[in-house]
Structures are given as C-alpha cells and as structure tokens.
C-alpha cells in the first residue's frame, strides 16, 4: 500500500516526493543561482502539490547537469548561500528535504555531496559519494563512511548516490546501521534504466528495507536523463513506479513500522540477520565468521581480481581527464 501515492497518510507512515527534476545547464555562477531558486520552488510546489509529504528528494546533480564541469566558480560549500537556501526552504515549508552538490575541495577533485535536511532546517545527514561512476566522473571518493540518520516516525534515513546503489555492500552496510529507508539519487540516463530497477528491487529485498529512488530527467540537448522516480517495499516489490516526465515529483507513503516488524519477525528470507548467523538451525546462534575472501582481502588493502592484470579502464583518460593523483 503506498496511501493512493501518498496523499492519505497513515500515523505511522512517512511520505516521500520523488522530484524528477528537469535536467539544468549549468555554466556560470549565475548558472547556479538560477537553479538553486528553481530547486526551493519545486520543494514548494511538491508542499502545494501533496499537502502530507513529509521528506521531498531530488537527483543527484540537481544543480549542475551531465556536464562533470569542475569549475570553481559553480562548485558549493557545505555552509555556502546554496545550502543555506535549501535549508531556509525547509523551514518554510516544514518539510524535510535530500538535496545534492558538488561541493568544493581544496586538496584535491570536488566531491559529490547529498545534504538531509530536516524542517528545522538543520543538516541530519552529510555524506560524500563512496563510489563515483568511474571512469565517467571525476569527483573524489568519499571519506565519510556511510551514515545513517534519524528520521520522520521512527525511521531511520541514509543516503546511496547513483552508483553507490550497484553495489550490494553498501545498501548492506546502511542496513546493518540501521537504516529502513534506503534513499538512492542519481543523473542516470536510459541505458541504466533496467539496472536500475532491479538493483532498487534487489537492495530493498535482501535487507527488509524500502528503497526510495529518484534520477534527473529531460534532456540538455545532449544526455537524456530517465527519471524514473521508485518507491520499493521491503519485500522487492515496487509499490510506486514513475514516468520520463521532467519536473514530475513521485509521491507514496512508507511504512517503517512494517519494515522493523518484518526485520524482527521473519525467518525465512530474513537475509540480513542470516548472513551473521549461518546455519542456525544446525549451530546455536549460527555461525558468525566472514567466510567471504573478499572482505578479507578488502580489509588487509588486498583486494586483487583474478583478471585485474587484464583491465583496460583504470583511470579516466578515455573519456577526457587527466592521470589520477598519487593517493
């Protein structure tokens, strides 16, 4: 059930608009000013539009467009006038908001951050993309972690960008934190629309999780972004599904009471609990080693593919950068 799209909302429900943003150009400081306004109007709009919403996501690059610009002069700070729009915005409309930046570093690439704003207009969630859509995207690698933050009615919120949602490990890990409302932004175009879908699917299933998930969407005479704003239910099924229609915002209700419920009272299927107690039928409380050599090797900085001699993209020059930085 998702409350006809949200619009009838139950005490324990949180409800989501997902903002299928208009894909922007964005080239000049003023650029970006532009865009910033256009972005609090659509947190209004989506107040006007369904008065229950309670949180309201936009797309990765929500300000800037495909272009993987770095220019100084459009990148953001945290405690920059942008930020502080969004969080005045919030406030306003007593609605909490996902929003992202591209936000400035002095000692290296920019990183891609989202921001969780809660309707007081304070930062709940500050956290920088683990995974950039390499060898397509310059930005920096988080250095964050993966955090998790308290949310409306008892939820618990984070934050996979883009990338970050193709892989299982970090959906796993927001889990673990936590998290029972996993959000996903991302500029994804066409191609990765089937990716998409089953990946949102696959992330809410294995970890008794909702998935929430929004692209940009339209065109800049160039890319072609997909839109396809997902409310996923914690069993894999798709409870909402959106268009290709740019400016278009998502809406339906979750439910993270159920969610917990689910978490606490399943046991088949109950992946999450499972993977650190193997076997618990046959052993008291399971097995809780970590049997995968990958983990292994990831945590002594030995992660080495059996064909990793063989790999022909490992930096970014193909699609127009420069050699990587030394670490």
């Known amino acids: 059930m998702s409350g006809l799209g949200g619009l009838n909302k139950s005490p324990n429900g949180v409800v989501i608009g997902l903002v299928q943003l208009q894909l922007p150009v964005t080239e000049t400081k003023e650029d970006l000013k532009k865009q910033t306004e256009k972005v609090c109007e659509m947190v209004r709009k989506a107040k006007r539009f369904a008065a229950p919403i309670d949180l309201v996501v936009f797309p990765e690059y929500m300000l800037y467009g495909l272009s993987m610009s770095m220019n100084d002069e459009i990148m953001c700070d945290v405690d920059g006038p942008e930020v502080e729009a969004f969080k005045e915005v919030c406030k306003e409309n007593n609605i909490w908001g996902c929003f992202s930046i591209m936000e400035r570093n002095p000692n290296g690439n920019p990183y891609n951050t989202g ?41 618990t919120l984070d934050l996979a960008i883009c990338h970050d949602g193709m892989f299982p490990e970090v959906s796993r890990e927001l889990a673990y934190k936590g998290a029972d409302i996993i959000l996903r932004t991302a500029g994804y175009t066409a191609p990765i629309r089937h990716s998409w879908n089953i990946t949102n699917q696959a992330n809410a299933f294995c970890n008794l999780a909702y998935t929430a998930s929004i692209a940009m969407c339209g065109t800049d005479g160039t890319n072609d972004s997909m839109g396809a704003g997902t409310i996923i239910n914690f069993d894999g099924v798709p409870l909402i599904e959106g268009s290709n229609k740019p400016d278009e915002i998502i809406t339906g209700e979750v439910r993270p009471d159920l969610a917990h419920e689910a978490r606490t009272h399943w046991a088949v299927e109950n992946n999450i609990y499972q993977l650190g107690h193997r076997g618990y039928v046959a052993v008291e409380g399971g097995m809780n080693d970590a049997p995968y050599t990958y983990m292994q090797d990831l945590q002594n900085g030995e992660y080495k593919l059996p064909w990793e001699d063989e790999i022909v993209h490992t930096d970014g020059r193909a699609y127009g950068f420069e050699k990587s930085r030394k670490k």
Do not use: A, F, Q, T
Request: aromatic fraction near 8%.
């Open 115 to 155: 921001l969780i704003i809660d309707n007081k207009g304070e930062i709940k969630l500050n956290y920088r993309k683990l995974h950039p859509w390499v060898p397509v995207e310059p930005w920096g690698p988080g250095d964050k972690g993966l955090p998790v933050c308290e949310g409306l009615n008892g939820s």
